[in-house]
């Protein structure tokens, strides 16, 4: 007789392996259809990936001495609206360059591809890991869902990207 092996590992467990998967096989991740479909499972996923980073994030401030609690304030509002302004602005775009996925599939990527939050765990590295991992996922999760070649969603990413970088670059002449 045999237990599913979700069932019985619980949920941390699952937690945590769908994690290692999406880190260290990104493209086999969002190829699997059980993901697409399950959006509970995604808020869940990914607002554990938050509370966690947020969590080993202030304790690590904290024996630091570099108590910044504005700052986390901050990031945890931020992770928590981006998922949502994402969508907002990736959805359209993807159906301009034809893509055939739903807004449902957008948001499923925006919520996996943002669990690349743990990154900022990392010392003095971890926002650039974060920053280039969440776009791999996002570039990786967009074709797989949406059915657009790696270039197109590549393409898609840019456009946003590039005009905030404008922006940021105006900002400061």
Known sequence: MEINVYKKQGVLTRFFSELKFLIL??????????FRKNLPWAV??????????????????????????????ILFFVIIVSPIISLIIF???????KGTG??????????????????????????????????????LGISAFHKLSITRSSM?????????LFLRIWEHL
């Open 25 to 34: 096989s990104p493209r086999e991740f969002f190829e699997i259809l059980e």
């Open 44 to 73: 869940s996923f990914y607002l554990m990936v938050v509370i966690i980073t947020y969590l080993l994030k202030s304790i690590v401030d904290l024996f630091a001495l570099n108590i910044n609690i504005l700052h986390l304030k």
């Open 91 to 97: 959805h359209p775009l993807i159906k301009l360059f």
């Open 102 to 139: 739903s807004a449902k599939d957008t948001l499923l990527i925006v919520l996996f591809a943002n669990s690349a939050v743990i990154f900022y765990l990392i010392p003095f590295w971890g926002n650039y890991f974060y920053l280039f991992w969440a776009i791999l996922l996002q570039i």
């Open 156 to 164: 898609i990413l840019s456009i946003p990207y590039s005009f905030f």
